[in-house]
T-cell receptor
Framework: GENVEQHPSTLSVQEGDSAVIKCTYSDSASNYFPWYKQELGKGPQLIIDIRSNVGEKKDQRIAVTLNKTAKHFSLHITETQPEDSAVYFCAASRVRDDKIIFGKGTRLHILP | GAGVSQSPRYKVTKRGQDVALRCDPISGHVSLYWYRQALGQGPEFLTYFNYEAQQDKSGLPNDRFSAERPEGSISTLTIQRTEQRDSAMYRC???????????FGPGTRLTVL
């Protein structure tokens, strides 16, 4: 089955700097890669996703890149702000209406 | 509109008791998923439904765990003869048939004493 590895487990960046979180996956059939943000006491919330037919996707300060050959994908947050502090999960899924396999999460701290 | 709701939000039970956790998906969402999230970990898939049909239950840890969605809306995850290792946050998510996006509920924190 699919296995998603995520690193780093903890990341601290100065406010205004960029943050990068990297993930790898094992199942070459996976074709949907969402990223979730989880704030304390809340459920995961989708922030951006990418499909296997696209190499990069941007949404304001957030971007995701995908390298299908190498089976890795990354989340980039630019101009970080205090409200970006949270746990971020990468995930992979094979097809629509299928289970999502999550990474173990990255705790992002934005330092003032 | 209303998001995914789960009840109870917190459940404390004694080892050996049965518990039933409820999930009310977003109205009109066809697919419903159950995950378990241990502290400091990502959600771990348990099972999912399309309408009332259970499509995949490969993530259920053992036969003490079961789930149903008899009318294709509300779902119940039941854990029989609970054990301390069952303590975790149980999360439900739902999605439409046309989208990959899963919307998560607030979860039920289960503590087995």
């Amino acid at each position: 089955g699919e296995n998603v590895e995520q690193h780093p487990s903890t990341l601290s960046v100065q406010e205004g700097d960029s943050a990068v979180i990297k993930c790898t996956y094992s199942d070459s059939a996976s074709n949907y890669f969402p990223w979730y943000k989880q704030e304390l006491g809340k459920g995961p919330q989708l922030i951006i996703d990418i499909r296997s037919n696209v190499g990069e996707k941007k949404d304001q300060r957030i971007a995701v890149t995908l390298n299908k050959t190498a089976k890795h994908f990354s989340l980039h947050i630019t101009e970080t702000q205090p409200e970006d502090s949270a746990v971020y999960f990468c995930a992979a899924s094979r097809v629509r209406d299928d289970k999502i396999i999550f990474g173990k999460g990255t705790r992002l701290h934005i330092l003032p | 509109g209303a998001g995914v709701s789960q009840s109870p939000r917190y459940k404390v039970t004694k080892r050996g008791q049965d518990v039933a956790l409820r999930c009310d998906p977003i109205s009109g969402h066809v697919s419903l998923y159950w995950y378990r999230q241990a502290l400091g970990q990502g959600p771990e898939f348990l099972t999912y439904f399309n309408y009332e049909a259970q499509q995949d239950k490969s993530g259920l840890p053992n036969d003490r765990f079961s789930a149903e969605r008899p009318e294709g809306s509300i779902s119940t995850l039941t854990i029989q003869r609970t054990e301390q290792r069952d303590s975790a946050m149980y999360r439900c998510a739902s999605s439409t048939r046309d989208s990959d996006t899963q919307y998560f509920g607030p979860g039920t924190r289960l503590t087995v004493l």
